[in-house]
């Protein structure tokens, strides 16, 4: 009933030539987007040049933007000017912005509503710390990021969300989580969104686990009930691999 998005998260990786090698290498591979999405998000340097190249069934992402359409923030980059140059998708509120450059719950709010506002499809990143699972805190962390992140959105938003459920201690480490708990979690944040908003719109909504995807953990991933898909970082770079993972999600 979902159908699996797979996302590739470039983070800061990657010059003009290889991402244009990237797209030329991946853009008649990919499956029908009938079937997945398969979307890359690239550095904004890069967008528009991938933009005009990418073929029909894959989509361009963004890995950030600002809540305002336009202003005095230098070095921002607005939805108004990522939707004038094609770009469909952007990530919000990934850990690393949120760890390293101040993204707190309420900015990720105030884009989240500005994505949706200006017709782009965000992809919202959750997820806790090693210190909250160890503490056993996990559900009281994404259950907070959620109320806050969430609010205001209407149900016709939820059913086109994206949710990466993101835990930060599997990201780039190696460490994914297990299938097991990375259902649980994806179970529990679908649940939430069914009290937040109602059961029909959180059926829809579509959630991706994130953390050290690779070719060997994939199947076993989207095989859970309540993963739709995958977003990868490392393993994304490469354009086989990201060929393979688009190919895994047909399985779904
Ligand atoms: P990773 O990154 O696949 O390299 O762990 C995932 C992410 O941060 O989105």
Same mark, same amino acid.
């Given at each position: !009933? ?10 800061m990786?990657k ?5 244009? $090698? ?6 008649e ?11 890359? #998000? ?15 069934n894959?989509?361009?992402?963004? $890995?950030?933007?600002?809540?305002s ?11 108004? !000017? /990522?939707?004038?140059? &094609?770009?469909?998708?952007? +990530? ?17 709010? @105030? @884009?989240?509503?500005?994505? %949706?506002?200006?017709? /782009?499809?965000?992809?919202? #990143? ?15 962390? +994404? &259950? *907070?990021?959620?109320?806050?992140? /969430?609010?205001?959105?209407?149900? *016709?938003?939820? =059913?086109?969300?994206? +949710?990466?459920? =993101? ?18 979690? #994806? @179970? %529990? ?8 908003? *109602?059961?029909?719109?959180? $059926? ?12 060997? *953990?994939?199947?076993?991933?989207l ?7 995958? /977003? ?21």
């Amino acid at each position: !009933m979902r159908k699996p998005i797979i996302a590739g998260n470039w983070k800061m990786h990657k010059t003009r030539d290889e991402s244009l $090698q990237f797209i030329y290498s991946v853009n008649e591979q990919v499956p029908s987007i009938d079937e997945v999405d398969s979307v890359i #998000c690239a550095p904004f340097v890069f967008l528009r040049s991938l933009v005009k190249r990418q073929g029909e069934n894959l989509r361009i992402g963004a $890995q950030n933007m600002h809540f305002s359409e336009n202003g005095a923030f230098t070095g921002e980059v607005s939805p108004t !000017m /990522l939707k004038s140059i &094609g770009v469909t998708y952007v +990530i919000i509120g990934h850990s690393e912005r949120r760890a390293m450059y101040n993204e707190t719950d309420e900015t990720v709010n @105030k @884009k989240l509503i500005s994505a %949706f506002n200006h017709g /782009l499809n965000p992809i919202l #990143c959750v997820g806790e710390n090693l210190e909250q699972r160890e503490q056993g805190l996990t559900e009281e962390v +994404i &259950g *907070n990021q959620l109320r806050i992140n /969430l609010h205001g959105l209407t149900f *016709n938003n939820i =059913e086109n969300l994206v +949710i990466a459920y =993101e835990p930060i201690w599997a990201i780039g480490t190696g460490k994914t989580a297990t299938s097991d708990v990375a259902e649980e979690t #994806c @179970k %529990f944040i679908r649940n939430t969104v069914a009290e937040l908003f *109602n059961e029909e719109v959180a $059926q829809k909504m579509r959630i991706q686990y994130g953390g050290s995807v690779k070719l060997n *953990n994939i199947d076993e991933l989207l095989a859970q009930p309540n993963i739709d898909g995958a /977003l990868i970082g490392g393993a994304s770079l490469d354009p086989h691999d990201f060929i393979k993972f688009t190919y895994a999600a047909l399985k779904k």
